[in-house]
């Protein structure tokens, strides 16, 4: 080159000098036919499953099966611009999204997006959607309590740090309101909470999204939205994305609690995405590893040992059954996953017990370990008194006069019944259930009708907070007198 070339001249050869001059492969495949969220492509053999594709137009997918001849790729975005034809490029990622602080007090969709219109989220590290669960060395022993705030649950269905709950129960019958409850009693604990809403309706989303920012504390929530109108791929990886962005909480030594609303959804898009796929359907046309999906989704929810921080991941999954079917194909599944379930009824939704909490169909495997001890030993045997309250107010149906044993069974019982009704998006704080408790199984609320429990319970925190130890039960005592004194019980 001439010494006296011009400037440019010199450094576009520099930079071509620079240039490795060798061959490149990239992987490139047609889509042979796209229907339903679901593109049919050939010419992409090295591509592995789960890998994201991305193709012509931007829109990106993920390869769910490896036929020979064709690769099965779920849409993650809508499926209108992209045509037969379209060329196909394989990227060599799995599907990833971003976690940390940043997305703390954001609604996103599974890939991270945010739908809150609070501009882009900053994350410093994205994760894959599917990582392995902790192995059993990794774990340590439940023993920690998550108290949600619902009495019938903290009191006879207790939780602990890294155990997994299923919440089951009927359309509209208060799932969804339960766990968003125990999503707002973390507002004054060190829970990260992380709501997945798989296939709901908008307005129910906004009204979950609505209570978190009036009752909970929202700074410390993400919410990730995969709505009924958005691709079957987006659905699908909804509540993988989610646990993954809880685990970075539990890995750093944190803890975390997630609701998956609900898993039924969940399942009937794998069914939806399989068929379309051209897999083999089985039972109720749900293909073969439908339990597989949802079993190495929740073994991710665990309580880590103190070599790897200490961390837990509660999981509280919700599904859905079909007039209170719960040997039903999916409830079973996850009842057979979870280590155990929480049962609301439709008739005692309907009879205006809420939450609509069946004792006798729900357990929770390992809340008894975790309970709060002041809250163990302050109901005693309720949940033995309430059980029988219930099989004799059956048979006392049928007519006939009780003698006097019976009669204080029903009214203690029904004073049970009616001290575990809440109203929603009202926590109870631990001392405030310990001490209802307390009242219960002393017999303070036998002299009150019925109609004055809520009125005792309503009063109840005031008189936690001001009086001691010593003197909280005679408080409480002087309490009831004064509301049986203002309306005398009747018969009940």
Excluded at 30 to 41: F, H, K, T, W
Excluded at 150 to 175: C, M, N, P, W, Y
Excluded at 197 to 214: H, N, P
Excluded at 256 to 280: C, F, G, P, W, Y
Aim: overall charge negative; hydrophobic content about 40%.
């Amino acid at each position: 080159m001439p010494h006296d070339a011009p400037h440019w001249v010199r450094s576009t050869q520099d930079v071509l000098k620079s240039v490795s001059l060798v061959p490149r492969t990239s992987h490139k495949g047609r889509v042979e036919e796209i229907s339903d969220g679901v593109a049919m492509i050939s010419g992409l053999r090295d591509v592995a499953l789960d890998e994201v594709l991305r193709f012509e137009g931007g829109q990106t997918g993920f390869a769910r099966v490896l036929d020979p001849d064709l690769i099965g790729c779920v849409l993650l975005d809508a499926a209108t611009e992209v045509q037969a034809g379209d060329a196909v490029f394989g990227t060599g990622e799995v599907v990833n999204v971003p976690t940390g602080d940043a997305l703390l007090g954001r609604v996103v969709d599974p890939l991270g997006r945010p739908l809150d219109g609070k501009g882009p989220i900053n994350a410093t590290m994205h994760l894959p959607i599917e990582r392995p669960a902790p192995s059993i060395i990794e774990r340590d022993l439940v023993t920690e309590p998550v108290q949600t705030g619902v009495v019938v649950v903290d009191t006879l269905f207790a939780l602990g740090r890294g155990q997994r709950e299923l919440i089951v129960g009927d359309h509209s019958t208060g799932k969804t309101t339960l766990a968003i409850d125990a999503l707002i009693a973390q507002a004054h604990s060190d829970m990260i909470c992380i709501y997945v809403a798989v296939g709901q309706k908008t307005s129910s989303v906004r009204r979950a999204i609505d209570a978190l920012e009036r009752h909970g504390d929202f700074a410390r929530c993400i919410v990730v939205v995969a709505g009924s109108s958005e691709a079957p791929g987006l659905q699908w990886i909804a509540p993988y994305a989610g646990m993954t962005m809880a685990e970075h909480f539990r890995d750093k030594g944190q803890h975390a609690l997630i609701v998956i609303d609900d898993l039924s959804k969940h399942a009937a898009t794998h069914r939806e995405i399989a068929l379309l796929t051209r897999q083999s359907p089985g039972r109720e046309a749900y293909p073969g590893d439908v339990f597989y999906i949802h079993a190495r989704l929740l073994e991710r929810a665990a309580k880590l040992s103190k070599a790897r921080g200490g961390g837990s991941l509660t999981a509280l999954p919700i599904a859905e059954t079909d007039s209170g079917n719960l040997s039903a194909y999916i409830p079973t599944n996850l009842i057979s996953i979870t280590d155990g379930q929480i049962v609301l009824d439709a008739a005692l939704f309907h009879q205006g017990q809420k939450p609509a909490v069946d004792v006798g169909l729900s357990v929770s495997r390992v809340g008894g370990k975790t309970q709060a001890p002041a809250l163990r030993n302050a109901a005693g045997t309720l949940r033995l008194d309430y059980a029988q309250f219930l099989e004799l107010e059956v048979f006392t149906r049928f007519g006939g006069v009780p003698d006097g044993r019976v009669r204080a069974q029903l009214t203690r019982g029904a004073r049970i019944r009616e001290a575990l009704r809440q109203s929603q998006h009202m926590p109870f704080r631990l001392d405030d259930e310990v001490s209802l408790m307390r009242a219960v199984q002393a017999g303070l609320l036998d002299i009150l009708p019925l109609v004055a429990v809520p009125k005792f319970r309503a009063a109840l925190p005031e008189i936690v907070v001001r009086e001691t130890d010593k003197t909280l039960m005679d408080a409480l005592a002087n309490l009831a007198a004064t509301l049986a004194d203002d309306k005398p019980d009747t018969p009940q």
